[in-house]
């Protein structure tokens, strides 16, 4: 019974590029967050979609990032023309509703050089 | 609104030592969650406890304990007999049942445990 997945887990992109995280839920589990950690930050909720429907994105940067989680397949995190300020662990959880225990993934390094 | 306030940003133990790492949350909300999480140096995030707002009784897991203090806003994580592969950050978060469905995590303590 596999965890939440999370691929990459290191990916670099240039300045300019696209980046795409994706995250597969755990087996059952309809809901997943995603959450950004700046370094030397804690972590900041971003998006939290169940399957085709964003629910609350109070998190994201009004540009430059969106977030789907489509009715079959992994939620994708995509953010374009990436910055330097970019860089960060995004970790992805998943959980079967609300106010349940989340399970993470192990995060995707982004690096942006 | 809701907040969670990790005040410890480092603390260094001995091992062997007992340490506590407090953690403060504001909320409006009667009934919420509260969270305890471990990212080791290897960066995942390892769930550790988790506590709704109707339980006070304090909890024990081996060398872990967690004192929920209600009329203090308090959650606080005990190490006991702190070995070094406690060194980690720990995250406190709270999730409010009613506020939707993300979480707001503390700052987080990053616990050295020396040899």
Redesign the interface.
């Known amino acids: 019974n596999a965890g939440v997945m999370q691929n990459p887990r290191h990916l670099v992109r240039r300045r300019g590029q696209e980046a795409r995280l994706r995250c597969s839920p755990m087996k059952g589990h309809s809901?997943v967050?995603w959450?950004r950690q700046l370094p030397e930050?804690?972590?900041?909720?971003m998006v939290?979609l169940q399957k085709e429907n964003i629910?609350?994105e109070?998190?994201m940067p009004k540009e430059r990032f969106s977030a789907e989680f489509p009715k079959e397949g992994p939620s994708i995190l995509r953010i374009q023309q990436v910055v330097r300020g970019d860089s960060a662990?995004y970790?992805c959880?998943s959980?079967l509703g609300?106010?349940?225990?989340?399970?993470?993934?192990?995060?995707t390094?982004l690096t942006v050089v | 609104a809701q907040k969670v306030t990790q005040a410890q940003t480092e603390i260094s133990v001995v091992e062997k030592e007992d340490v506590t790492l407090d953690c403060v949350y504001e909320t409006r909300d009667t009934t919420y969650y509260l969270f305890w999480y471990k990212q080791p140096p290897s960066g995942e995030l390892v769930f550790l406890i988790r506590r709704n707002s109707f339980d006070e009784q304090n909890e024990i897991s081996g060398r872990y304990s967690w004192n929920f203090q209600k009329s203090t806003s308090s959650f606080n994580f005990t190490i006991t007999a702190s070995q070094v592969v406690d060194s980690a950050v720990y995250f406190c978060a709270l999730s409010e049942s009613n506020y939707g469905q993300n979480f707001v995590f503390g700052p987080g303590t990053r616990l050295s445990v020396l040899p």
């Open positions: 809901h967050y959450y930050e804690g972590l900041k909720f939290y629910i609350d109070s998190g662990a970790f959880a959980s609300q106010g349940r225990g989340y399970t993470f993934g192990s995060g390094r």
